[in-house]
Nanobody, 124 residues
Framework: QVHLVESGGGSVQAGGSLRLSCAAS????????VGWFRQVPGKEREGIAS???????RYANSVEGRFTISKDNAKNTLYLQMNSLKPEDTAMYYC??????????????????WGQGTQVTVSS
């Protein structure tokens, strides 16, 4: 019943910035967790940032200080501002959601609802 659609990906040079968006619909619970994950072919999915319904955020060490997660409840949209991008940030980025309050970063197995992904490519 939850539908998520990512957008904003693209190709940038190292040091550049991108802003990803995730439009959500059908997320009716007042307790939820939304987050951003990324995956490279052949490797396990990695959780990079999450935000709970109360606004609490968490970040993976690899993006701390460079990425910022936020949400606009009125627009039902999740954002990921990515600055100082590095080639190792290249991946398919997904947004995800679940009816939980205490968000967890990891491979994302705890999340039941997923978007289709948007590609981010960072060149040297």
């Amino acid at each position: 019943q939850v539908h998520l659609v990512e957008s904003g990906g693209g190709s940038v040079q190292a040091g550049g910035s991108l802003r990803l968006s995730c439009a959500a619909s059908g997320l009716t619970s007042r307790r939820y967790c939304v987050g951003w994950f990324r995956q490279v072919p052949g490797k396990e999915r990695e959780g990079i940032a999450s935000i709970s319904s109360d606004g609490s955020t968490r970040y993976a060490n690899s993006v701390e200080g460079r990425f910022t997660i936020s949400k606009d409840n009125a627009k039902n949209t999740l954002y990921l501002q990515m600055n100082s991008l590095k080639p190792e940030d290249t991946a398919m980025y997904y947004c995800a959601a679940d009816y939980r309050f205490n968000c967890v970063l990891g491979a994302g197995y705890e999340y039941n609802y997923w978007g289709q992904g948007t590609q981010v490519t960072v060149s040297s």
